[in-house]
């Protein structure tokens, strides 16, 4: 009789076919009509059958076709949920809540809410339940899980979704991925991996050997997109927010009424960090909070010179600042965790409800709660009778979002990015030109439900020198957290990673120096170095300590300070300081250019103050050498006392979504902390006691050791080349001088040694989060960067009797540069 045995002797089975349960859904009438409207439905059978005969299959289409909301019930309703979950990641957070809900809603699911088949997961929050059948979160969330559970027995679907946006997390996702479903057909349990993008550039996944050794079928769908006329302006005029703004009141003046005049994607980035805001009658947008959101729409000013247009026939909302709302850049100290303002709030009535219930419309912002925040709802709303709706978007709009009914898209052609140095990590802001796949993206947004219009604020011949397709961002980005990471997944060998883009060896080799000196990877002895870097093959070991900081949600750097934080009750400091590092920039930009006297008194003063408590939160003596780090803890421990009012970050210049996400950020690394270390046994008390003297002085060598490599020295007096080396510094990596920021406490102190938390480049080089260093603790505390005479593998240690210690003596030199250090303390 034929057994199991028979059946294993015919070989593997193939991919079993789709499962035979078919789960019903309720959908309403009205719903079932609108999705009938898409067109991933004609693709559905398409789609199920190439799923069940392959592990892996790339789904393409055009935004707005409904891959994201329609591919997930395809597979609940062919049973790939029934004893499993179907995971899908997002690269951004508001995507992952917005599809969610509007996938319960679909489903008819949204009535009890929090939702508990279909669930969202993102860094801090999310309502998974143990019914959760579809599970959207974003990329970093997957990406811990895959830490967990290799194998992901969780799942029977993954999708990966957003593919072509090409953010770091998604390409590792993938890349480890291709290796999952292999280890899991090998052990019968298949997982099935959707690869969703937009139409661009698949070939780096199918055309990619290593990656895939059989490429994978490309379902195409055909969106149905109507004709959208692009016009170029002859000339390309510098400013282009002013022209901006020219274009979509002319086109209001113009152009038909009862259609909406769309603003331009990547418009507002020019200074954007609009919030999503609710609808708002009437311009300035009476809905937006703060000048900053005003200036962010770069509106406001012009509209005084224009007084012949008629504002209240306008409805203004802004569309989120997308870039940062990433969580794969909330895990790294390079990038904001939510550096944006973007306000996810619904109008009042619906904090509780759907996306899109249709409550609360025209109502003002409501006040954040701490709660789950909702995406904007408002742009999926009809406009209020009798105005003409204007969005004013960031990239959101370009790819993740659709909102219906645009007819006109004005774009700039501009995107603002933040740009790395790929070895130095100096970073700066730099509003560059989109890639032609971009603004086609941005164009084709025109045409979603009758023929459009794109106005490009730029000439043919700009266009034409566009890059194709924008850079993955792994390629963009300093990689020692990734590669952290992966060398805790015990990938050791990161160049033979299947990398849709692999980034660059320098790339590799600088962050593996760095993991290297923070203690994370074992160092390869001294002589095979330099060899082993020329055959570019990096495969150092992890080290125990290496583990532990992969375990923390922080950059490396930051988690080398949370495992040195332990002594001397330390720990509770450091998990702030770290939190306040990791979300950065939580003081609001008070800089910035003031549309009228009033405002810039107001601005004045405000400066005024904030510098002022930033002075009485750094202290004197010892605490004022820890410098902006104790600022950091002064301003978190501060705002904790006060309860994390808005009032009270308002009053003192904070951010108040930065301090809520500080307070998670502590909540959620005290967790890990008692994970990792249980006998650490911490309870982080918000309210913290300032630390006493000795501690911060283990702060301030904790921070050292933390920011080694950011390590930077006075120029002295006699060095003094030319004027612009007055008050400069010099660090090991950079030829230019480089400054401390005037917003730094230490600006007129100007400790001979510092470290910085990062390098800005603006007008020059500037440090920020700057804390001073004691020279004698750097051959102590970083010995990676120095070199020693005698070396110190060969210790000759004297007995200091009166100190009770090993003294080495030995001279110094903190390497590259040169610098003389005094002798070693072991
Ligand atoms: P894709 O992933 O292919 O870009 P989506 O599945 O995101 O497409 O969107 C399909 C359709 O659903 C779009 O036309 C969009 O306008 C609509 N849609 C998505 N989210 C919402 C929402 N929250 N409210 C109303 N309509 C929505
Ligand atoms: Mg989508």
């Known amino acids: 009789t034929p057994g199991p045995e028979t059946a294993a002797a015919s070989g593997p089975p193939r991919h079993p076919a ?6 019903p859904v309720n959908r309403t009438p009205e719903m079932q009509a609108e999705r009938l409207q898409l067109p991933i439905l004609s693709e559905e059978q398409v789609i199920m059958e190439a799923v069940a005969e392959h592990p892996i299959v790339i789904v393409c289409g055009e935004t707005g076709s409904g891959k994201t909301t329609q591919v997930p019930q395809f597979l609940y309703e062919a049973g790939y949920g029934s004893d499993s979950v179907i995971g899908v990641t997002e690269p951004r957070r508001v995507a992952a809540m917005a599809m969610s809900q509007r996938v319960a809603k679909e489903m008819s699911l949204a009535h009890a809410c929090p939702c508990r088949v279909v669930s969202y997961q993102i860094r801090y929050e999310g309502n998974v339940t143990n019914e959760t059948r579809i599970k959207f979160m974003t990329d970093g969330v997957l990406l811990k899980e895959i830490q967990k559970d290799f194998l992901l027995l969780k799942y029977k679907v993954v999708i990966i979704d957003e593919a072509h946006e090409r953010s770091v997390y998604t390409d590792i996702l993938i890349g480890l991925l291709s290796r999952v479903v292999a280890l899991r057909a090998k052990r019968r349990r298949p997982l099935k991996l959707l690869i969703m993008s937009a139409t661009l550039r698949v070939e780096d996944f199918t055309q990619n050997q290593r990656l895939f050794a059989r490429p994978p079928p490309v379902i195409k769908v055909e969106s149905r997109q109507f004709p959208v006329t692009v016009h170029f302006n002859k000339r390309t005029p510098e ?9 979509v009141c002319k086109i209001h003046r ?21 919030p999503l805001c609710t609808q708002s009658r009437g311009f300035p947008p009476a809905g937006l909070r703060g000048a900053r959101q005003e200036r962010a729409l770069g509106l406001q000013a012009q509209s005084r010179a224009l007084p012949h247009i008629n504002l209240d026939s306008y409805s203004v909302l802004p569309a989120g600042e997308a870039d940062e709302d990433r969580e794969a850049e909330a895990d790294g100290d390079e990038e904001a965790a939510l550096g944006s303002d973007l306000d996810l709030d ?15 419309r025209a109502q003002p912002a409501a006040p954040v709660s701490s709660g789950p925040l909702l995406p904007c709802a408002s742009v999926f709303r009809p406009p209020p009778e009798g105005t003409r709706l204007c969005v004013v978007a960031t990239n959101v709009a370009e790819t993740s ?7 006109y898209v004005v774009d700039s052609g501009k995107v603002k990015k933040r740009h ?7 970073s700066s802001f730099r509003v560059t030109w989109v890639s032609q796949a971009s603004a086609d993206q941005r164009a084709g947004r025109a045409g979603r439900t009758e023929p459009g219009h794109c106005y490009r604020l730029y000439s043919s011949a700009v266009f034409g020198d566009f890059e194709q397709f924008p850079a993955p961002e792994i390629t963009r980005k300093p990689v020692e957290d990734l590669i952290l990471q992966m060398k805790a997944l015990n990938i050791e060998k990161v160049v033979n990673f299947p990398f849709p883009t692999p980034p660059s060896v320098e790339a590799l080799v600088a962050a593996e120096e760095l993991l290297i000196a923070l203690g994370a990877l074992q160092a390869p002895p001294k002589t095979e170095r330099l060899k082993q870097l020329q055959r570019s093959r990096l495969s150092c070991p992890i080290t125990a300590l290496g583990r532990t900081m992969a375990a923390f949600p922080v950059a490396p750097r930051c988690a080398k300070m949370l495992a040195l934080g332990r002594q001397h009750g330390c720990l509770p400091y450091a998990i702030a300081v770290v939190a306040a590092m990791t979300v950065r920039e939580l003081f609001e930009e008070l800089d910035r250019p003031a549309a009228s006297e009033e405002e810039l008194t107001a601005l004045r003063g405000r400066r005024a103050r904030v510098a002022q408590m930033k002075r009485t939160w750094a202290g004197r003596g010892a605490s004022l050498k820890l410098g902006d780090v104790m600022v950091l803890l002064g301003a978190v421990g501060a705002c904790e006392y006060a309860g994390c009012s808005r009032e009270f970050c308002e009053a003192n210049g904070l951010r108040f979504k930065a301090m809520l996400e500080v307070r998670r950020l502590r909540g959620q690394l005290t967790t890990t902390v008692n994970a990792v270390c249980p006998e650490a046994g911490l309870f982080v008390d918000p309210k913290m006691d300032p630390p006493t003297e000795s501690q911060v002085t283990y702060l301030r060598q904790i921070v050292t050791a933390g920011l080694g490599d950011h390590l930077a020295r006075r120029v002295q007096s006699e060095e003094l080349l030319d004027d612009k080396w007055r008050n400069a510094y010099k660090t090991p990596l950079l030829d230019d001088p480089v400054f401390i ?21 603006t007008t020059k080089m500037y440090m920020k989060g700057v804390s001073a260093v004691d020279e004698q603790w750097i051959p102590a505390l970083l010995p990676a960067y120095c070199q020693f005479d005698p070396p110190l593998e060969d210790p000759a240690p004297t007995y200091c009797p009166e100190r009770g210690r090993v003294l080495c003596h030995r ?3 903190f390497y590259r540069v040169g610098w003389r250090l005094p002798a070693v303390q072991v």
């Open 346 to 360: 619904l109008g009042d009535g619906d904090s509780d409800g759907g996306a899109g219930g249709g409550v609360g």
């Open 811 to 813: 001279a110094s030199v």
């Open 401 to 407: 979002l659709t909102i219906p009914g645009i007819k």
């Open 420 to 426: 790395y140095d790929r070895v130095t990590g100096v």
């Open 239 to 247: 400013d282009y927010s002013g022209e901006c703004f020219r274009k």
């Open 18 to 23: 789709r499962p035979a349960v078919f789960i």
């Open 254 to 274: 113009m152009l038909p009424a009862g259609e909406a005049p769309a603003g331009p994607p990547g418009h507002s980035r020019y200074r954007a960090r609009p």
């Open 741 to 761: 920021h005037p917003s730094s406490v230490l600006f007129r102190e100007l400790p001979e040694f510092v470290v910085y938390q990062e390098i800005v480049e």
